[in-house]
């Protein structure tokens, strides 16, 4: 007994230092990047002596640099108008078309998702031609709706509201339709609001992809009134150069939406994702 309470306390240890090691490593770029902001010039490309930590002073100056030279407050709303309907449209069009593949029987169901799951598997670089032309015939360039155009329909979405749906017991719906609820009232009143969980965790990962998209926006919004942080950045990069610190900063204030965001929905996260199943 007393053996095998030692063995279960040293596994815990080995899993708990091995988890512990694991955090340190993937927080290390964030921490290099915050106090490479805070560093000049010479200090961040200084290799010998290497400067970890800034030396005599910390230069917050930075922040305000880069601040001062771009309109940040243009590009946060760019990039959160872009989350937030790329958000309504992939909860809309997921929900619907989970429900209608995990509760309801029609002709080609089946192979309707498999298309679904194809488009999962095939590089969404691969639709940015023809997408562009569609945004471009809808003279939509240099817009919000440009932007969110790609992510108006979620492939991922389908399949983690499917999932969601197929968890929920059929007895609900069944106790539904005795009271006399239709197809709509069963959906909207029944058991979409069981899978609130679900929706939030696909809000969370479509706000992350929107957020982090660089390609599309640099393709469909070259004026830079109407471009995002990430596209933004990447224009930066050409105009600093090499002056690391003030591009650090940059990125520094370009990553705290998403930090809030993670920080308020962090438990329906990892609530929505524990219900569904998946394995990210």
């Keep these: 007994m007393k ?8 596994s815990n240890y080995i899993v708990y230092g091995t988890l ?8 290390i770029p964030f921490a290099w990047m915050i106090l490479t902001a805070v560093k000049t010039n010479q200090e961040a490309i200084s290799v010998d002596p290497f400067y970890f930590f800034p030396q005599a002073k910390w230069h917050w100056e930075n922040f305000l640099t880069v601040w001062k030279s771009y309109n940040f407050f243009i590009l ?4 959160l108008l ?10 809309l069009t997921a929900t619907l078309a989970g429900y ?7 002709p080609g169901k089946n192979i309707l998702f498999a298309l679904v799951l194809i488009q999962m598997m095939i590089p969404s670089q691969i639709f940015i031609i023809p997408q562009y032309l569609m945004v471009s015939k809808l003279g939509w360039l240099n817009t919000t709706s440009g932007l969110v155009f790609p992510g108006m329909v979620s492939a991922f979405g389908t399949y983690l509201l499917k999932t969601a749906f197929e968890n929920l017991p059929k007895d609900l719906e069944e106790a539904a339709n005795i009271d006399g609820c239709n197809v ?3 959906f909207l009143f029944i058991m979409m609001p069981l899978t609130k969980s679900a929706m939030v965790a696909l809000g969370i990962f479509t706000a992350l992809f929107a957020f982090k998209d660089l390609m599309w926006p640099m393709i469909v919004c070259t004026n830079s009134m109407t471009t995002t942080l990430s596209a933004g950045l990447a ?10 610190p003030t591009m650090m900063a940059a990125a520094v204030i370009a990553v705290i939406p998403m930090i809030v965001i993670y920080v308020i929905f962090q438990k329906h ?8 199943g998946l394995k990210l």
């Design 76 to 79: 946060y709303k760019n990039t």
């Design 82 to 91: 872009m989350i937030f309907f790329r958000i309504v449209c992939a909860c």
């Design 20 to 27: 512990i090691i694991m955090s340190f490593i993937m927080i």
């Design 3 to 10: 053996s095998k309470s030692c063995s279960t306390i040293i």
């Design 100 to 106: 209608a593949f995990a509760r309801l029987k029609f």
């Design 235 to 244: 224009k930066m990069q050409g105009q600093y150069g090499t002056e690391y």
């Design 269 to 276: 996260f990892v609530k929505g994702i524990a219900s569904s």
């Design 184 to 186: 709509g009232q069963r």
